[in-house]
């Protein structure tokens, strides 16, 4: 048994470490279709890393929130986004308030900060699961980022979608799960949550005839 | 207990109804008995808590005592005023061809939700089924912002739905290091998130995770708040939506993510120096109090007006948490029922004055007191009030606010922490003197600001074209109410509401 679960821990971890690496791709990327596709990918790194951890913990309510990952954040939510570019006039971010380069050193910088902040809780965790904490912290913020520095509605969204899987990585990893009752209050959430922000992003570009939030200025002092 | 039954399932069954009915008057009905339900069973729930204390129901689910009952009072007085504006407002919007007759459902559908996601994250007793009601009050209420849908409607309910939707997320990481810190405690249970599970072993929880743990829940929540630095939605968001929106948002919304925030406080609290929660909560207070103070100097917008004085009394609010003590958390708390009364009543007039003057310009609007006659009253009621003026009750809150700061002062847990970047080196009486000063100077601010504006819209003769008096409608009762239970707080507090504010205080002081 422990050498299982030593083959686990380090498959755990490995599979946060390939979140951490999407969240990487996403920031280099350009092509807003290329972003819905990693942040899928990224989803289905979470739905291996949680069911790992249901099998390795024995808890099984945690196969049940890979399942409902799997279907939300797989399926459901890339088709919408996918069907929402197509109806854009747009398929590239052409101006980025950071360029890639910088962005990529910023995120580099994002995961140290992280590391640094989780540093005096990191050793309370089981062995299990030890650094997914840290790295959950680095995509939270990555993602955060990733909001700031886009300006497509699209890619904004892609962003609170990547935030949401750090924190989902947190609660799976870090806490084997967060009660179920709260899971998947959190899954509906985020899913509805999606939804509106498609429907958001298909009447402003009716409205502005563009979906670039730059364009968003009237309101100010 | 039945009377959180009725309160859950009123609104659930008036938004399901909401969908399927197309009489206006019959929305309107349903709305009213949607809310009247709410208050009777609001008001059992107060005499329940009242009389045995904190109570458990529905299996753990939910959990009520004198500070969730406070909140639900407010929930449930703001709310009904609400219902009853619309009634008037909505279909003279619908009259006017604004919006579709059949786009009315979906207004309440999700108002009906909005109340619901409220209801539940006041009286959960997970805080990560409060976490989720949250986030559901965002999703329910960033259509209803945009609900115009024209472009400025659009911008501010994306703005609304993005920048509060990024907030709830890290509140959600602070919930998951909570979760994090309890298991150690409380092993593998799924109760692990319960307050009743919580509270008991809070001070065997692990600090530093319940300080990183606070710190995001405040930011999340925070934003919700409309917290100076993380407000810029609140303006947009106040001054594209309906009235009544406002008015919910503004009265209602805010206190409860005060609440969500005070909740946690007492968990955290238990296992830190009450210093550090306490010092994070006047600072941002004092951020969002003085940097509202100087913009409502700047507005020439009213509804923008009233955005930044509700960021201003918010901050005022979370200055008496910080500072805390018993006179510190009561003028808090009472601060937050006064301005909830007062904010919506400004909102209602504020409603009144844009479909009367077509503009939100506070300079072409002049001569209200003819105009509108009953509406120029509110205006200036709600203005005296929101400057906190005597005989007003916010003039007692507000003054109960800085004479704890006076004599306690903030506590600096938060400097001390840092102390290597900052040195502070004032002494203690001269920083409590200097933070009353800042205080007052920003009272008296935003007291210049709001009257001034205030006397330019309601006096003077209306400009051509605008009609004249004003007729009455059901819309006209909350006004009044509203008007009568904000000076009359100033003399006499009802026994039950008294009663509520002590004990919701020593429950927040955890004694």
Request: net charge positive.
């Given at each position: 048994m422990p050498i299982l679960s030593q083959i686990g821990s380090q498959l755990i971890d490995l599979c946060s470490a390939l979140l951490l690496l999407t969240c990487f791709a996403i920031v280099a990327q350009r092509r807003l279709s290329a972003c819905v596709d990693l942040f899928a990918l990224q989803s289905v790194f979470l739905v291996v890393t949680a069911a790992l951890v249901a099998y390795l913990t024995g808890n099984h309510h945690i196969y049940i929130a890979a399942a409902l990952t799997g279907v939300i954040k797989v399926v459901i939510i890339p088709r919408v986004l996918k069907k929402v570019i197509e109806r854009?006039?747009?398929?590239?971010?052409?101006?980025?308030?950071?360029n890639v380069p910088a962005g990529l050193l910023i995120c580099g910088g994002l995961v140290m900060l992280a590391f640094f902040i989780a540093q005096p809780i990191i050793?309370?965790?089981?062995?299990?699961?030890?650094?997914s904490l840290a790295i959950a912290l680095a995509i939270v913020l990555i993602g955060l980022f990733t909001m700031i520095a886009r300006q497509k509605a699209v890619t904004q969204l892609v962003g609170f979608l990547v935030m949401e899987n750090g924190l989902f990585l947190g609660a799976t990893a870090a806490t084997h799960g967060m009660p179920l009752i709260v899971e998947l209050g959190v899954f509906f959430d985020v899913l509805i949550a999606a939804l509106i922000a498609g429907i958001y992003t298909n009447r402003l570009q009716d409205a502005f005839d563009s979906v670039d939030t730059s364009h968003l200025t009237v309101l100010k002092e | 207990m039945i009377a959180v039954m009725v309160m859950l399932i009123a609104p659930t069954l008036a938004g399901g109804l909401s969908l399927v009915v197309h009489r206006s008057s019959l929305l309107h009905a349903i709305n009213l008995a949607s809310m009247g339900a709410l208050v009777a069973s609001e008001i059992m729930i107060t005499r329940t808590v009242l009389s045995e204390g904190p109570v458990t129901a529905l299996g753990q689910f939910v959990y009520l005592d004198a500070l969730s009952a406070f909140i639900l009072v407010i929930i449930g007085a703001v709310g009904l005023a609400c219902s009853f504006y619309m009634r008037s407002y909505m279909d003279e919007q619908v009259a006017r061809g604004?919006?579709?007759?059949?786009?009315l459902n979906l207004f309440f559908f999700l108002f009906h939700m909005f109340v619901l996601a409220m209801v539940i994250a006041t009286v959960a007793n997970s805080v990560g089924v409060q976490w989720v009601a949250i986030e559901a009050t965002t999703l329910a209420t960033t259509f209803l912002i945009a609900f115009w849908r024209r472009r400025e409607s659009l911008e501010a309910g994306w703005k609304y739905l993005i920048l509060c939707s990024v907030g709830i997320s890290l509140a959600l990481f602070g919930v998951v290091l909570t979760y994090y810190s309890s298991l150690h405690v409380l092993g593998d249970v799924s109760q692990a998130l319960n307050l009743t599970q919580l509270l008991p072993v809070a001070d065997r929880l692990n600090p530093h995770v319940l300080k990183l743990a606070f710190i995001f829940i405040l930011v999340g929540y925070g934003t919700k708040v409309g917290?100076?630095?993380?407000?810029?939605w609140l303006p947009d968001a106040y001054t594209e939506a309906p009235a009544p929106v406002v008015a919910m948002l503004a009265g209602v919304l805010e206190v409860v993510a005060v609440y969500a925030v005070l909740r946690m406080r007492m968990i955290v609290d238990h296992a830190v120096p009450s210093t550090f929660t306490g010092g994070l909560l006047a600072l941002l207070g004092f951020a969002s109090f003085v940097t509202a103070a100087f913009f409502i100097l700047i507005q020439h917008n009213y509804k923008r007006l009233f955005a930044y004085s509700s960021i201003e009394h918010m901050g005022i609010a979370m200055i008496g948490f910080g500072v805390g003590g018993t006179l510190g958390t009561f003028g808090g708390l009472f601060h937050l029922l006064n301005h909830a009364f007062a904010k919506s009543l400004a909102f209602f007039a504020a409603g009144n004055i844009h479909r009367r003057f077509h503009t939100v310009e506070i300079g072409h609007v002049q001569g209200l007191v003819i105009a509108q006659p009953w509406t120029a009253m509110a205006l200036m009621i709600s203005g005296l009030a929101l400057s906190a003026l005597p005989p007003f009750a916010s003039f007692a809150s507000e003054m109960q606010v800085i004479t704890a700061l006076a004599a306690?002062?903030?506590?600096?847990m938060w400097l001390s922490s840092t102390g290597g970047m900052m040195t502070v080196t004032l002494s203690d009486q001269f920083s409590r003197v200097g933070l009353a000063a800042v205080f007052l100077l920003s009272a008296v601010l935003a007291f210049g600001g709001l009257i001034y504006r205030m006397t330019g819209m309601v006096w003077g003769t209306p400009p051509e074209g605008v009609a004249r008096g004003e007729i009455w409608t059901l819309g006209h009762l909350p006004i009044i109410l509203l008007a009568v239970a904000l000076v009359g707080f100033g003399f006499f507090l009802p026994p039950p509401i008294r009663q509520l504010l002590e004990q919701a205080t020593s429950i927040l002081l955890l004694d």
């Open positions: 854009l006039n747009v398929k590239r971010e052409l101006v980025m308030n950071v050793p309370l965790g089981n062995i299990l699961t030890r650094d | 604004v919006i579709a007759p059949t786009r917290l100076v630095p993380m407000h810029s306690q002062g903030v506590p600096g």
